[in-house]
């Protein structure tokens, strides 16, 4: 088994030295290409199923006793696309808002027409700060300056909405709990901020975790106190709504569940309530060749067929998010079967192989990821190649065409 302590990633990193070249205007994918998938494509394609992110709302929501749920949809939201993920999110009442990192994403998704709540839990740069208030996008405040900084950036002569972001053992972002009260004094005492919220990030560690929430909401608590609300209080992530429930709070904030991802125990968290993948990565079989024994399968010769045997070759490899490690294990969905990848996955193909009958044939869609067969859900796909399920998911090539299915 992975050992799901590794898996989490720091996607709250903000490269803002280009940010003026950029304009605001971001280079990601903004939307799915709402039609069939072309019969004649064999390249590989990511399908996005609403009906499914729907049955992963309706599991977060009971999970957290109907708490309001502020999604988040970083990183190009978990591979799905970040506006059509919005949209279709934004269908469900339970879903009050959007959480992401990056100000060009809060803005793509103004541009884009999403009304609800969008929250910027990454850092707020200058050259962005006038227009993310204008657009309505709540920045988290949680650096020592930003009760002076973002005001006189702003020129606003009205409150500014804003999440007060708490770090209370990630050492990653956020300020820390120990020096929070007198800088929530200074926050306060400026006038200039309507504080909607406060939120934290959890080590994931159990018995650490907990020690995290009181430290929250002892900070909550004192702030209270000295008659300061912190509005609404969020913790929960996606782990945090499986195995936390006293850290749900106000709201919760989940990513990867929603979209049909386990956050860290797989089993354990299927037995509590099932997703579904609302992704798929596919594509269509380019080859299909009948190797000799002694023949070998691509760089390295990692693979030599022991007996005659039939391979296929698909049109889809690491640099479309596969990951290389597939070949430890995973498997590939083809017709009625599942597959074995064998070789390397290289960077535009993997190879499967089929066995000693051509069950297979050049068209055939294959699925390296996604719904309904366990040996492609995105969290086996991760156990198999030794990798992160937030890899799976969050790797999927930005480039490809999306299509809502």
């Not at 939120?199 to 909550?220: C, H, I, N, Y």
Request: aromatic share 6%; with cysteine.
């Amino acid at each position: 088994m992975v050992d799901m302590r590794r898996s989490r990633r720091d996607f709250l990193g903000l490269t803002t030295t280009a940010w003026g070249a950029m304009a605001l205007r971001p280079e990601v994918v903004l939307g799915a290409e709402r039609r069939p998938v072309p019969a004649d494509r064999f390249d590989p394609w990511v399908e996005v199923h609403p009906e499914l992110l729907e049955h992963n709302v309706g599991v977060v929501s009971r999970l957290s006793g109907g708490r309001p749920i502020l999604a988040v949809i970083k990183n190009n939201a978990y591979g799905l696309g970040l506006l059509d993920a919005a949209r279709l999110l934004s269908r469900h009442d339970a879903v009050v808002g959007f959480a992401v990192v990056k100000p060009e994403d809060a803005i793509a998704l103004r541009d884009g027409g999403i009304e609800r709540e969008i929250l910027l839990m990454g850092m707020t740069p200058d050259e962005a700060a006038s227009e993310l208030v204008a657009r309505g996008v709540r920045l988290s405040l949680y650096l020592d300056d930003d009760a002076t900084r973002i005001p006189a950036l702003t020129g606003r002569d009205r409150a500014i909405p804003a999440h007060v972001y708490l770090d209370t053992g990630m050492s990653r972002m956020g300020m820390p709990f120990h020096r929070a009260a007198p800088w929530l004094e200074r926050l306060r005492d400026t006038g200039a901020f309507r504080v909607e919220g406060a939120f934290m990030g959890f080590t994931e560690e159990p018995d650490f975790d907990r020690v995290q929430l009181s430290r929250f909401r002892g900070v909550a608590d004192e702030a209270a106190a000295a008659g300061m609300s912190l509005g609404r209080l969020h913790a929960a992530s996606s782990n945090g709504v499986y195995h936390l429930s006293d850290a749900h709070l106000d709201m919760v904030r989940p990513g990867i569940a929603l979209f049909g991802g386990y956050p860290s125990r797989p089993e354990e968290e299927r037995s509590i309530a099932e997703l579904r993948s609302a992704v798929s990565l596919k594509c269509r079989v380019v080859r299909i060749e009948r190797l000799r024994a002694g023949d070998s399968v691509s760089y390295g010769r990692e693979y030599v067929a022991d007996e005659p045997t039939w391979v296929a070759t698909l049109p889809a490899g690491h640099a479309d998010g596969y990951p290389r490690g597939a070949v430890n294990g995973a498997r590939v969905h083809i017709g009625r079967a599942t597959y074995p990848v064998i070789g390397s996955v290289s960077a535009s193909h993997v190879i499967v192989e089929i066995g000693s009958e051509a069950e297979v044939k050049v068209g055939d869609v294959a699925t390296l990821v996604g719904p309904g067969v366990a040996d492609v859900h995105p969290n086996e796909v991760a156990r198999a190649s030794e990798a992160s399920v937030y890899d799976v998911f969050m790797h999927l090539g930005a480039a490809l065409p999306r299509y809502v299915v």
